[in-house]
T-cell receptor, first 115, second 110 residues
C-alpha cells in the first residue's frame, strides 16, 4: 500500500475484554515497530520486528500484551484482559531495513478506549 | 532518569523568530538522532536526522549534535504559524530501539 495502515482506527471496549490491533506496513519494509502514546505524552516503545522475528520485546508492559508478525507483512498487537490504563493511541511504524538509521513511517494509529 | 528528556513547553515564539528546541539523552553509545513533528491528532513525521557532531541544515531547520554533552537541538528559522506542533526528539539505542522523548509543544504566534 501507499502508507502504513492500521485498523481499527477507533476501538471502545469493556474492561476485561481482549482486543486485537492490526498493522499493515509499507510493502517491502522489513522493520516494524509498535508504540503507545497516552494523552499528552510521548511515544512509549512496545516492540520491534525485523522480518518475522522480534529482537526487542522489552517495552511490552505486561504479559497481557503480545504481538506477532507473519509473512514479513501484517502485524497484530493483542491485549488480553484490558484495563483502563491501557487506554491510549497505539501507533505502528515501518522502515525499510531496520538498521534504526532510517526514516520511520507511521500509521494513523488506533485509539483504544477501555471503559 | 528518563532516557530522552525534553522540556514539555509550551515554547511560544513570534512569527519570523528563531525557535530553539532542546533534547538530552542518557545512552552515551547512541549514534543516531532524529526530530519528528507531530500535529495535534496526527501521527509523527520525520523532519531531520543527524549522526555526526556539529550542525546539519535543511531549509529553515538546523539540527545540532554534541555527543560529549549528550545534547541535541533543533533550530527553526523564520518560524511560521504552521510550525506550531509538538516536536519529538528520538534517539536510536543499542539494537535499533528508537526511544522518543515526551515532546516539546511549540506555538508560533502571528
Amino acid at each position: 500500500g501507499a502508507g502504513v495502515s492500521q485498523s481499527p482506527s477507533n476501538k471502545v471496549t469493556e474492561k476485561g475484554k481482549d482486543v486485537e490491533l492490526r498493522c499493515d506496513p509499507i510493502s517491502g519494509h522489513t522493520a516494524l515497530y509498535w508504540y503507545r502514546q497516552r494523552l499528552g505524552q510521548g511515544l512509549e516503545f512496545l516492540i520491534y520486528f525485523q522480518g518475522n522475528s522480534a529482537p526487542d520485546k522489552s517495552g511490552l508492559p505486561s504479559d497481557r500484551f503480545s504481538a506477532e508478525r507473519t509473512g514479513e507483512s501484517v502485524s497484530t498487537l493483542t491485549i488480553q484482559r484490558t484495563q483502563q490504563e491501557d487506554s491510549a493511541v497505539y501507533l505502528c511504524a515501518s522502515s525499510l531495513d531496520g538498521t534504526g538509521n532510517e526514516k520511520l513511517f507511521f500509521g494513523s494509529g488506533t485509539q483504544l478506549s477501555v471503559l | 532518569q528518563k532516557e530522552v528528556e525534553q522540556n514539555s513547553g509550551p515554547l511560544s515564539v513570534p512569527e519570523g523568530a528563531i525557535a530553539s528546541l532542546n533534547c538530552t539523552y542518557s545512552d552515551r553509545g547512541s549514534q543516531s538522532f532524529f526530530w519528528y513533528r507531530q500535529y495535534s491528532g496526527k501521527s509523527p513525521e520525520l523532519i531531520m536526522f543527524i549522526y555526526s557532531n556539529g550542525d546539519k541544515e535543511d531549509g529553515r531547520f538546523t539540527a545540532q549534535l554534541n555527543k560529549a554533552s549528550q545534547y541535541v537541538s533543533l533550530l527553526i528559522r523564520d518560524s511560521q504559524p504552521s510550525d506550531s506542533a509538538t516536536y519529538l526528539c528520538a534517539v536510536k539505542e543499542y539494537g535499533n530501539k528508537l526511544v522518543f522523548g515526551a515532546g516539546t509543544i511549540l506555538r508560533v504566534k502571528s
